[in-house]
């Protein structure tokens, strides 16, 4: 079935550093790609999706490319504020059978510091 | 903005009551989702619903679960008896087709004693 698998966190950072959480997934097909964030006490935001191979998304300063041949979806952000400090989920849709239905990983808490 | 709500956002209830749970999905929207985080782990798909059926569901969705569209705005979750393990936030989501962006909603945070 599909999967995602993300970077180990917690990930702390200073302000205006650069930003990568690691997204792998594996599914059959050609699933489409998103990263949500839930900032705390909130629910889940979409920031950005992809839809098909080598289509980039981005919103907010983030920005992350479906790469079909490595199976990933990696988040790049170059400065990050401290109001970026939220939990990162990968997730994917769509891919073989599964239709609609969304697969998450585990979530990266980012907290960024002054 | 069109936004999905939920209520309540928190509920307290003893082991083996019934819960419903509660969401308003954006109005034009046909497809409806739950999908529940218990603390610390993963965001897990629960069911899915279109057309007033189940289009999937997941293994967690057993018996003690069910859900229902009982008027044109609402999309309700129910658990007929609650066990300790289905303490989770619980999120419903819409979107307007079955393979486009999922819209959620802030969660109910149920807590079962």
């Known amino acids: 079935g599909n999967s995602v698998t993300q970077m180990e966190g917690p990930v702390t950072l200073s302000e205006e550093a650069f930003l990568t959480i690691n997204c792998t997934y594996t599914a059959t097909g050609y699933p489409s790609l998103f990263w949500y964030v839930q900032y705390p006490g909130e629910g889940l935001q979409l920031l950005l999706k992809?839809?098909?191979?080598?289509d980039k998304g981005s919103n907010k300063g983030f920005e992350a490319t479906y790469r079909k041949e490595t199976t990933s979806f990696h988040l790049e952000k170059g400065s990050v504020q401290v109001s970026d400090s939220a939990v990162y989920f990968c997730?994917?849709?769509?891919?073989?059978?599964?239709?609609?239905?969304?697969?998450f990983g585990q979530g990266t808490i980012l907290t960024v510091h002054p | 903005e069109p936004e999905v709500t939920q209520t309540p956002s928190h509920q307290v209830t003893q082991m083996g009551q019934e819960v419903i749970l509660r969401c308003v999905p954006i109005?034009?929207?046909?497809?409806f989702y739950w999908y529940r985080q218990i603390l610390g782990q993963k965001v897990e798909f629960l069911v899915s619903?279109?057309?007033?059926?189940?289009?999937?569901k997941s293994e967690i969705f057993d018996d003690q679960f069910s859900v229902e569209r009982p008027d044109g705005s609402n999309f309700t979750l129910k658990i007929r008896s609650t066990k300790l393990e289905d303490s989770a936030m619980y999120f419903c989501?819409?979107?307007?087709?079955?393979?486009?962006?999922?819209?959620f909603g802030p969660g109910t945070r149920l807590l079962v004693l």
């Open positions: 109005s034009n929207h046909l497809y």
């Open positions: 989501a819409s979107s307007d087709q079955g393979q486009e962006t999922q819209y």
């Open positions: 619903f279109y057309n007033n059926e189940i289009s999937e």
């Open positions: 992809a839809t098909k191979a080598d």
């Open positions: 997730a994917l849709s769509g891919g073989g059978t599964s239709y609609g239905k969304l697969t």
